[in-house]
């Protein structure tokens, strides 16, 4: 495994630990918290604690335990129809050894298929109710882990009801995921919520120089740059950060919208970069639009001369961010940021992408202008 270390986030150790030391284990939590901060390493290492495998919560511990379960996300392909976490565990355990602080997007690529959004089906919930059924193979704790959980469907969420909140003794339930928005209310009723926040500068610096054997001034710099996200700090610490790419089409579609507004020939461009984006899988559009989002708030913030909660850099040579700052202002902000987050929705509901990105790279040209 990479890392083994469970990074920063010591008030939850603390909360986890006195849960099992004094008997008060709930039956079903769910760990909430934002990309790269350590949710899954954390419910890891916590398993393997109730199961006593270990005597804290510093390292992630064993993947492998007879009695630790999981459940994630999972694609069709050509040979597997009807996908099952089952049926891809060596994968999950590759996957989590080489990047246990990984997110959604990096699995589907180590499936070696961004182009589609995975889920967790009714297929998935008979496996877990089916292994839940059976004897611990040790006679102690029984732990299902559910990785994304607001990844599972309706019919999987409803199936697994009855199974999370009465089940059977010495099992428990952990559930993970970004956002509770996505999950139904009946699967959060049934749940403890433990609230993680993003990992603080010093926890990711440290596990960047001990982990990493990143120079201390160098960890300390992309500590600052990835916002809390040690995934992210992950990526660039060793130069892969999918960030270059989305730079090269941000700053092609603000360039291009900007000079769209009346110019039909300039418009055809801003169509082709739509058809561009478009024909990428929808988990990377997504991200890109997201990177969108957190560009152009750290536009306003230096517009609105609050330097010191810029984050985010770019390399490319004749694209300055402070000189294109004041095009994004409280005039437009709110209806930019409007406007991307619909099209993440609609490309979510498997709306027509080019329609989507056309119309909204269409209503930037009006938007960038305002003042």
């Not at 990047?99 to 997007?105: E, F, K, T």
């Not at 199974?163 to 009723?189: G, H, M, R, Y």
């Amino acid at each position: 495994m990479k890392s083994k270390k469970i990074l920063g986030q010591e008030h939850i150790k603390k909360q986890l630990i006195n849960s099992v030391d004094t008997g008060r284990i709930p039956h079903a939590q769910l760990f909430i918290g934002p990309e790269g901060c350590g949710t899954l390493p954390m419910a890891i290492g916590y398993a393997n604690y109730v199961l006593g495998k270990q005597d804290n919560l510093d390292e992630i511990g064993s993947l492998d335990h007879p009695d630790l379960h999981f459940v994630y996300p999972t694609t069709s392909n050509s040979a597997i129809k009807k996908p099952t976490s089952k049926q891809f565990l060596s994968d999950w355990r590759e996957f989590l050894n080489q990047s246990i602080y990984g997110n959604l997007y990096d699995w589907y690529n180590h499936l070696e298929d961004s182009n589609k959004q995975g889920k967790i089906g009714v297929d998935d919930a008979a496996e877990v109710m089916k292994t839940l059924s059976l004897k611990s193979y040790e006679g102690g704790y029984k732990i299902m882990i559910i990785w994304m959980a607001d990844r599972m469907n309706t019919e999987a969420s409803n199936k697994l009801l009855k199974l999370i909140e009465e089940p059977p003794a010495k099992t428990v339930f952990i559930l993970i995921s970004t956002s509770e928005e996505n999950i139904i209310q009946t699967i959060l009723s049934r749940c403890q919520i433990i609230h993680f926040n993003a990992l603080a500068d010093s926890a990711i610096t440290k596990g960047l120089i001990e982990d990493e054997n990143i120079e201390p001034n160098t960890a300390q710099r992309i500590a600052h740059q990835a916002h809390g996200n040690y995934n992210l700090a992950l990526h660039y610490a060793h130069h892969d950060s999918e960030d270059t790419i989305f730079e090269k089409w941000f700053i092609q579609w603000v360039r291009t919208a900007f000079k769209a507004k009346g110019n039909k020939a300039v418009v055809l461009d801003l169509i082709a970069w739509s058809e561009e984006i478009a024909s990428l899988g929808r988990e990377t559009q997504k991200r890109f639009l997201n990177y969108c989002l957190a560009m152009f708030r750290q536009a306003l913030m230096l517009n609105y001369q609050a330097p010191n909660l810029v984050y985010m850099e770019t390399s490319t040579e004749n694209f300055n961010l402070k000189k294109f700052a004041p095009f994004v202002n409280g005039s437009n902000i709110n209806e930019i940021y409007d406007e991307i987050s619909d099209a993440i929705y609609h490309i979510s509901r498997n709306g027509n992408q080019k329609l989507i990105l056309t119309d909204l790279s269409l209503k930037l040209t009006r938007l960038i202008h305002r003042k």
